[in-house]
T-cell receptor, first 109, second 112 residues
Framework: QKEVEQDPGPLSVPEGAIVSLNCTYSNSAFQYFMWYRQYSRKGPELLMYTYSSGNKEDGRFTAQVDKSSKYISLFIRDSQPSDSATYLCAMIGGFKTIFGAGTRLFVKA | EAGVTQSPTHLIKTRGQQATLRCSPISGHTSVYWYQQALGLGLQFLLWYDEGEERNRGNFPPRFSGRQFPNYSSELNVNALELEDSALYLC???????????FGPGTRLTVT
């Protein structure tokens, strides 16, 4: 079993839709959680960083962490074609950082 | 504020050669992380340096090595290159362990 599981997609939605991206993890040592957006052939761009259970909002993005269920989510409201990218979850704990496989998102105009 | 920088952007080597990749962290950051992203695969953790010391390494052979300099910049060396080493190598930096990590644009290594 992988330490971090993330559905690779692809996920295709119409412009304006609410997008839900998810990751599950098995290691209780993970204490810090991040979401990145990566465009093709570019470095990942940090979208959200959180370390506590609950919701954190930043513009159109909301990160949700449920430590009891070992489940994290990223919601994107009013999705735009420019949001089309690969979204990576990442977790830090026990002196290591583990990334999910990434979910490819396509937002159709 | 300048972000994480990496050089070179592209690197082409032949099998058996050595490759050296460089990374400069965000000013004030002391931790540097190296990752490998092969085509179709996710980011694989390679190495973590903090305050000049190697703190942790991923599941890679010893021919992947590196160091961190007093100015916190870092170098990744890959010896005895193999075809499967072809990948995007990403460097990230953070202020302290557990802090959010910011990535550079990457170095694309091609081994022929």
């Amino acid at each position: 079993q992988k330490e971090v599981e993330q559905d690779p997609g692809p996920l295709s939605v119409p412009e304006g839709a609410i997008v839900s991206l998810n990751c599950t993890y098995s290691n209780s040592a993970f204490q810090y959680f991040m979401w990145y957006r990566q465009y093709s052939r570019k470095g990942p761009e940090l979208l959200m960083y959180t370390y506590s259970s609950g919701n954190k909002e930043d513009g159109r993005f909301t990160a949700q962490v449920d430590k009891s269920s070992k489940y994290i989510s990223l919601f994107i409201r009013d999705s735009q074609p420019s949001d089309s990218a690969t979204y990576l979850c990442a977790m830090i704990g026990g002196f290591k950082t583990i990334f999910g496989a990434g979910t490819r998102l396509f937002v159709k105009a | 504020e300048a972000g994480v920088t990496q050089s070179p952007t592209h690197l082409i080597k032949t099998r058996g050669q050595q490759a050296t990749l460089r990374c400069s962290p965000i000013s004030g950051h002391t931790s540097v992380y190296w990752y490998q992203q092969a085509l179709g695969l996710g980011l694989q953790f390679l190495l973590w340096y903090d305050e000049g010391e190697e703190r942790n390494r991923g599941n890679f052979p010893p021919r992947f090595s590196g160091r961190q300099f007093p100015n916190y910049s870092s170098e990744l060396n890959v010896n005895a290159l193999e075809l499967e080493d072809s990948a995007l190598y990403l460097c990230a930096s953070s202020g302290i362990q557990g802090d959010e990590q910011y990535f550079g644009p990457g170095t694309r290594l091609t081994v022929t």
